[in-house]
């Protein structure tokens, strides 16, 4: 069976990883960081990917390294192929497991969760305040931020085992003191994506397998 596993370069190292203990062979696509931030803009870059990857390699199978993000999926054209998208929020919650365990965590607590690569560069949270002071006055700057991470009071580093943590444990340490922040470090895993690349049987409560010709609908999307 030729398959393509399409995943975000946000979750390289886990994926790596991941195709490294299932001994998947799939060709991998990666797609750009930052595309979750809109949701239709992730959605077009999908859709575009999974009509070049169809035409080009004719997969019978391709494995979204995705959640929901925010209902992105919905609306994605399925070709002729099968696809198959893990059935959770978003590649947080996969790490973490849940959603139970998700507000678990958080307990009652507003937490940016994070992982190596939501750490770093333009994803870092002190780069955006920097870039939100630098593109607006300071006033506007201060309420823009305040309505983007105002309900944050912690930050939460996902081991997942993939990366060396202290240079993040750093990292995240200074950024949450310089905000005032708690902060935390949780266990974390990226079973859900060996699962993923570990093929058939795919249990249907963590996964939803659509068939060719399919048109992913919100009905569609829909966790326990």
Known sequence: MKEVFIVCKMMEAEALAAIRDSGSDAEVIWME??????PKDLREALQKTMDRVEKEIAPDRILLGYGFCGNAMAGLRVGNYTLVLPRIDDCITMFIGSRERKKELEGGVGTMFQTANWAEGDESLVNQKHMLFEDFDEDEAQELFEMMFGHYGRIGVLDTHCYDLEPV????RATA???GFEHCVYDASYEFLTKLLSGE???EKRFIVFRPGDIIAQRDLWID
């Open 33 to 38: 960081k930052g595309l979750h931030v809109e």
């Open 177 to 179: 003191e310089a905000m």
């Open 169 to 172: 444990l750093r990292e995240s």
């Open 201 to 203: 049987p795919f249990d």
